[in-house]
């Protein structure tokens, strides 16, 4: 068995495509930096991630697949799966042996796996920016906590710089303890030494804005009022708005 | 200190929750400097409630007074409800700061008569136009058009909003006016026309000149109340499909009839089964996204839809003839005719079949409902029984009461063939 170990970043796994077409030697298996190597294994690469060459692979395969297929790939990356970085590895050799893109052949099983992680990284990206809520913090800027099942911030990130373009705000994921902080000019990365305020999800009085009370409370009772209690139905209401959600939710606290 | 704005927020949201038009798709509008928001094509839902409807947008009425009496309506002037009646300021500043929050998308205005319908027009205009002239409010509107109000008044409002309605409320004239002594369909079908009149008319001036004011881009839609008078399915369904004939109707949606108003002689007193407005959407969805006729959903013999199998289903029972379909060679239209596939494995089966045959295994990968499929297609496999040697009435059967448990099934299904994964 080949195997593969590469830094477990995006880069590295070009890179690591980039390297097994040079050999000619494709691995079975991929492993991150420090785990231990199956029993069988028989060959052993280590990948160097090299920009450069993460950068040919990427453009050759928006060549070959198109750049809305592409985007399914950094889907399926950040999904963070098990065994989707070997996905990938599998879906992109396919698509540059193939002498025309492969991406419309849904019968192969990898192509297939592929379109559904997309999908449902995109649904949950869809779900983020629809569950998202902002409280107003003292100094005129918004927090929302999010802790998506994927690693969907990223996605999210255009969405909110247009939509709220005129405020500042910081979006972060409570769970990767990472987020995005917009400046009214563009969304930075950031990630803070000192998150434990940040990872109750909720602001604390002080930190409040004055009228941010008011204002969830106003939201409550609306939420409340327009529920037609005649035609309760719990079970569709948790499929539609999941329970993992409702910890930031103010109509659900 | 009591909240006054929460209280009338409880009050009119209480008031507008029956009218069920929620979308906030149809424009789509990149942020401007200066401005507050955007709007996103295919609309976002932001919250579920209880009952499992989606808020998308604030709906609100600007006021529960009415001059009516409407007998369908939780609002008419005989009801004994507590009133009340937002302030345009009041209301903005509700828009905006929910907006920000990223509670909503948007308004959903609606108000119910006060004086006459132009004089409530008016006020609701004026609400609209602060906010998109004076806090730049750059989300999404959808303002309901009183009927019986004028021209100039629908067309200031098509200005500002993004969708207009107008409720038909009931689709025959006569139950309508029964039920609802001051209103007819000619006080409705007028500002429908308004509004597409206007709507074309923009949609022509911007061919010529890009900057041209839009008007009401996510066009209108409306709304019907099922269940509270006798119309029957097919009548029902053969109007919203005229509806969809009409430029710039985006919409049609059905509302079952709940006793708000118990003690009113004139309606039903029980609930109609909410499966029927179920149905009643399956079948617009066909007539929207599968080719389907109104007249082929529903027929003088069934003027009312199948309340046990869905709208598709029933029509490839009456039509076993069309069956079995061979998904590697048949039209796309005729794929999506078959039960338990979709308008997505539609599509995903007329591009796979391009670079290999499609079996079974494959179709159920692809998320095909085989339970349904299987009696209605062909792939390159031994064929199953299909729905022309079996009987419709037994395929019927066998999708209403599915087995019980895989003992039974193993007894009944000896003779049939079924595929492995």
Redesign the interface.
Known sequence: MTVFRYDKTFEGLLSALFDAYVRRTFPDQLIGPGEPAPLFTHEMYEVMTRTDAAERVWKGLEKKLGRRVCHQLTHVWLSEQAGGDELLMRYMHKAFDAPQS?A??????DV?QVKKIAQKVAKEK?RL????????AGDGS?F?PVSPLYNVLPLSIG?FT??????RWLLYDTKRRYGYYYDLQRAMEITLEHDEALLKGWLSEEMQAE?EK??Q???Q??????????????K??RQ??PRRFWQY?P?KR | MKDSIREKLEILAESAKYDVSCASSGTSRKHREGHVGSAHGWGICHSFTEDGRCVSLLKIMLTNYCIYDCAYCINRRSNDIRRATFTVSELVELTVEFYRRNYIEGLFLSSGVIRNPDYTMERMVRIVKQLREVERFNGYIHMKSIPGASRELVAKAGRYADRLSVNLEIAKEENLKRLAPEKDHASVFKPMSYIAQGFLESAEERRHLRHAPRFAPAGQSTQMIVGATDETDREILSLSSALYTRPSMKRVYYSGYIPVNGYDQRLPAKQPPLIREHRLYQADWLMRFYGFRSDEIVDDTDPNLDLEVDPKLAWALRHPECFPVDVNRADYELILRVPGIGVKSAQLIVTSRRYHSITASTLRKMGVVMKRAQYFLLCRELPPQTVGELNPLIVRQRLINPPKNKKQEGLRTQLTFTFPD
């Open positions: 492969i419309g052949d849904f019968t192969d099983d297939l869809e920016i629809q569950f998202v809520r902002f409280q107003k918004y929302a969405y247009d939509r709220f373009a005129d405020q009228d008011i204002f409370e106003r939201w009772s609306y939420f409340r009022a327009v529920t037609i209690r005649e035609r309760l139905n719990p569709l209401h539609l708005m939710l109509e």
